[in-house]
């Protein structure tokens, strides 16, 4: 037996087979070796995260945006709490069974299949971070989502900071709106804390100034159960709010200028002539900014854009109309400036004015007989003004309008400013290679042809009128306060003071008192105790040929645009109030009113003020 053994022993093969089997097994070994120092070493940061990340999750909270107060210090935006539904990609079991039952007990921010792709898109990409897909739950909702907690894995209900406009669609084009930061905006923001489902301003001042409102996020770690359901608090970093914002407007003249202007269809604007502080911008129709603060759903966002009255456009600062009389003060004044005509310079209108073969009307058909320039002011001739156009020409009146704001960019800090147009020979060479014809002079001289302006162009126009030339920056933020305490505050700008002569602005002043006040075509302004001077257009959008019809006779979308632009008092200009109302017919009945009921909410406090008592 003994010698059996020793012969295999001795025998080679035998020997090599097993030196062969002690390699492998070391072989094996070294690689088991390298194997635990890879795993324990080299990929333990990996290993670390996906094992905590099977017990801890980090819940973002997200930073409520700073507050937006008026000149009062009154919220017109604001952050309040709302219950979200949250997905946690990573302990979603059935994306498309749990969304569909949780179709049936929340309404989805976008369709049901845009939600899902939403998940699964994140299950890929970024599966560990919780993304929004329904906002502002009732509280019903909560409840049932609460009491099938078991049936969802990796869905929860979260406390969440939400936008919230008190004063709903009276600041909508001002402020804007807010919501979630698009992949877009990601990718080409240079701030490195925006994260997927951040709530970022996406028009107006919510945009402008979304540096200083959108906060800080903190986060909550927190340990979950096999389903993915908190457990427990393991830390917590607080969110920093953001800075709040102070701007120039009147929450009480907001909400005068929506109400008077009502279901139709323009802008009102009120500056203080002085400053260029903007006191009131409402353009309408409006939107309800609080519905995009929610999530708004595709239909809705469709019916927006497809509405012919075009409720996303800021009308005040991107509409631009033809401006029909409004203009003729910055005529009368130019005339006198130039010295091409006399104040006492009569004019005979007999209803009409023939250029050629080619004849203009006036707006009152039996024509106003023998006017001077304050009658033509008061009364709206438009024959007195054919002749002062012809007499001017395109460049004088271009210079003198464009020099006091009209035609040209304000510089508002709001977004998406659009300039209008004082057209010129050069101008018109430019655009249609063509020369400046002699009609076209007589009709900027009645603010038709070519001329179109925005309602803010004309605020800044009249405004320069009330301060006898000092051109001044329209401006809406007062003050803003970042999250460390800075303030930036916003001072008052004059962009230029025009040589006016002080004698030619008052014979204006007192001409467009007259309009309000002596029988002129702006009585529906008219204010007790105040002086209020200004001037109607009324702007021919369409051209009827044949006997003259009244614009409210006509079919609404070839309709007249009514203007009205007046400051007051006369003698002391404190506000400058423009109002258009698209299609509205005659600037008298139509937007005078809207003016008078913004300066009426303007001096009902200051008058019923009592006196201030000299000494002590």
């Not at 100034?209 to 607080?238: F, H, S, W």
């Not at 900027?444 to 800044?460: D, F, K, N, R």
Request: include cysteine; proline fraction near 6%; aromatic fraction near 8%.
């Amino acid at each position: 037996m003994n010698e059996r053994i020793r012969k295999r022993e001795q025998d080679p093969d035998i020997a090599r087979r097993a030196d062969v089997l002690r390699y492998v097994a070391l072989a094996g070994f070294i690689l088991l070796l390298f194997r635990l120092y890879w795993l324990q070493v080299v990929s333990y940061d990996h290993y670390q995260s996906l094992s905590e990340n099977n017990r801890l999750r980090l819940r973002t909270v997200r930073a409520p945006r700073g507050p937006i107060f008026d000149r009062k210090g009154r919220a017109i935006a604001e952050t309040q709490g709302s219950f979200d539904l949250v997905c946690s990609p990573v302990d979603v079991a059935d994306p498309a069974g749990e969304i569909r039952f949780l179709s049936e007990i929340v309404e989805f921010d976008t369709d049901e299949e845009e939600v899902l792709g939403k998940v699964l898109e994140a299950m890929k990409t970024n599966p560990y971070s919780g993304i929004t897909i329904a906002r502002d739950l009732r509280f019903e909702q909560v409840s049932v989502l609460e009491f099938n907690r078991e049936a969802l894995p990796g869905f929860s209900v979260m406390v969440e900071a939400k936008r919230s406009y008190p004063f709903g669609a009276a600041f909508a084009h001002v402020l804007g709106y807010v919501g979630e930061v698009s992949q877009g905006e990601l990718e080409s923001s240079p701030d490195e804390r925006l994260a997927m489902g951040d709530i970022v301003g996406k028009y107006g001042l919510e945009r402008l100034m979304d540096g200083v409102l959108r906060g800080v996020n903190g986060g909550r770690k927190v340990e979950v159960d096999a389903a993915g359901r908190d457990q427990r608090l393991v830390e917590e970093v607080p969110s920093n709010t953001g800075g709040p914002l102070y701007t120039t407007l009147d929450a009480d003249l907001q909400k005068s200028a929506q109400d008077a202007l009502g279901s139709r269809a323009g802008a009102v604007i009120a500056l203080d002539p002085k400053t260029g502080e903007v006191l009131a911008f409402y353009s309408a129709p409006a939107f309800d900014p609080n519905v995009f603060a929610r999530g708004i759903r595709r239909a809705d966002w469709q019916a927006l854009n497809a509405d012919p009255r075009k409720p996303m456009q800021n009308k005040g600062l991107q509409g631009t109309y033809a401006p029909g009389s409004t203009v003729k003060p910055f005529l009368a004044l130019a005339a006198l400036e130039e010295e091409v005509q006399d104040k006492g310079g009569k004019v005979s209108c007999s209803g009409s004015y023939r250029l050629g073969n080619r004849v203009f009307r006036c707006w009152k058909e039996k024509g106003h007989g023998a006017v001077d320039m304050y009658r033509a002011l008061v009364q709206s001739c438009d024959v007195y003004f054919y002749t002062l156009g012809l007499k001017l020409g395109p460049e004088r009146v271009a210079a003198l309008e464009k020099g006091a704001g009209l035609g040209t960019v304000t510089g508002i800090d709001l977004p998406g400013e659009r300039k209008g147009l004082v057209p010129d020979p050069e101008w018109k060479r430019k655009v249609s290679k063509e020369r400046w014809y002699e009609y076209e002079s007589l009709l900027l001289g009645i603010g038709q042809g070519s001329i179109h302006l925005t309602p803010l162009e004309m605020a800044v126009g009249y405004s320069t009128l009330a301060t006898g030339g000092e051109v001044m920056r329209p401006y809406v933020v007062s003050r803003a306060v970042g999250m460390d305490g800075t303030v930036s505050e916003r001072k008052p700008e004059m962009l230029r003071k025009l040589p006016w002569k002080p004698e030619n602005v008052e014979f204006l002043r007192k001409a467009l008192a007259g309009v309000v006040n002596d029988y002129g075509t702006g009585g529906g302004a008219k204010l007790p105790g105040v002086v209020v001077g200004g001037k109607t257009g009324t702007a021919q959008v369409a051209a009827v040929k044949g006997k003259m019809i009244k614009s409210e006779d006509l079919p609404y979308e070839i309709r007249d645009h009514a203007w009205f632009a007046a400051f007051a008092p006369v003698e002391d200009p404190k506000i400058c109030v423009v109002a258009m109302v698209e299609h509205g017919g005659h600037g008298g009945s139509a937007a005078a009113p809207i003016v008078k009921a913004v300066m009426q909410e303007f001096f009902r406090t200051r008058l019923a003020a009592p006196p201030r008592k000299e000494g002590g």
